[in-house]
Structures are given as structure tokens and as C-alpha cells.
């Protein structure tokens, strides 16, 4: 039996508009592996942050921008 490590992160970026044209099966792939999805946008010179799926409650539907 395998251990899960705890403090292993991984992040992924993917840029969904390029994908949606060559593989758009992935984009909903990695969206249902993924335990948390934020997806970035930018508006002017801010960068705009939205949790999409997230396992943490608290955080879904968040919106932060810089």
C-alpha cells in the first residue's frame, strides 16, 4: 500500500483557449482531477482570481483581484 504525501502540491496552467481548439476533451478532464480550479482572466492591469472547484467550502465562489 502506497502513502499519500500530504505536502505535495502540484500546479498545473493551462491555457484553455489554445486547448479548446486542440484537445477540448482535456480541459474537463483536468477540471474533474483537480481538487481545486481557479481560473485567471485579466481586466485592464489587474489580474482577476475565481475558485471555481475547491474541496474547501469556505473558499468557493471567491473572487480576488490585483
Known amino acids: ?3 499519500t504525501d ?3 502540491i ?3 496552467m493551462l491555457k484553455v483557449n489554445v486547448l479548446a481548439h486542440v484537445a ?3 480541459i474537463d478532464l483536468m477540471e474533474d482531477l483537480g481538487t481545486t480550479i481557479i481560473r485567471v482572466s485579466r481586466k485592464g ?3 482577476e482570481f475565481n475558485v471555481v472547484k475547491a474541496i474547501n467550502r469556505e473558499i468557493m ?3 480576488v483581484k490585483i
Open 1 to 3: 500500500m502506497t502513502r
Open 6 to 8: 500530504r505536502r505535495r
Open 10 to 12: 502540484a500546479v498545473y
Open 24 to 26: 477540448p476533451y482535456v
Open 45 to 47: 492591469r489587474q489580474a
Open 61 to 63: 465562489g471567491l473572487t
